[in-house]
T-cell receptor, first 111, second 117 residues
């Protein structure tokens, strides 16, 4: 069963705009990760945030984590057409040994 | 290319046939994972290996599914007596996990898309 739920399910924006995706989960975690998947391809790791961290940046990506609300958000700033993809959050539970993925957000960036 | 590779990339088979997929992980990685992904969903964990030992299997992995990782290198996933519900993308991932450290970044292969007619 999947642990997380992403919101929205789909998002369509213009190039240059910011995109925000949210993820909620159910159990205590060790860390939360975001992955990108281009159509029909494998997943690419974007960023990892540990349970004792609140915010993390990587290039145009900003991730926040609120463990009290069991939620995370991924912000992509100044989006590009190449950012068009599905984005998944994945959690690792305390003492867990695997990733538990949500259903993903489909992002479309129009040029 | 030193990434994770999977073969074949696509497999079409008839119901009742057996299929086998192969995954070659990044060479220095001690962990290898198999996931299954259906359309519109995120990947679901199937099983993982630490070196050659299979340490966890999901309830999704029925007795028709078997996975091996001989010598702790490549891995195979076999599905016997395939059913239409087995149609999915099968993803392999690898990572290096130190003793006592949490699971972190995993490196995924391109997947094998299985279609059961």
């Amino acid at each position: 069963s999947q642990q997380g739920e992403e919101d929205p399910q789909a998002l369509s924006i213009q190039e240059g705009e910011n995109a925000t995706m949210n993820c909620s989960y159910k159990t205590s975690i060790n860390n939360l990760q975001w992955y990108r998947q281009n159509s029909g391809r494998g997943l690419v790791h974007l960023i990892l945030i540990r349970s004792n961290e609140r915010e993390k940046h990587s290039g145009r990506l900003r991730v926040t984590l609120d463990t009290s609300k069991k939620s995370s958000s991924l912000l992509i700033t100044a989006s590009r057409a190449a950012d068009t993809a599905s984005y998944f959050c994945a959690t690792v539970m305390e003492y867990g040994n695997k990733l538990v993925f949500g259903a993903g957000t489909i992002l479309r960036v129009k040029s | 290319d030193t990434g994770v590779s999977q073969n074949p990339r696509h497999k079409i088979t008839k119901r009742g046939q057996n299929v086998t997929f192969r995954c070659d992980p990044i060479s220095e990685h001690n962990r290898l994972y198999w996931y299954r992904q259906t359309l519109g969903q995120g990947p679901e964990f199937l099983t993982y290996f630490q070196n050659e030992a299979q340490l966890e299997k999901s309830r999704l992995l029925s007795d028709r599914f078997s996975a091996e990782r001989p010598k702790g290198s490549f891995s195979t996933l076999e599905i016997q007596r395939t059913e239409q519900g087995d149609s999915a993308m099968y993803l392999c991932a690898s990572s290096h996990k130190g003793l006592g450290s949490p699971v972190h970044e995993q490196f995924f292969g391109p997947g094998t898309r299985l279609t059961v007619l």
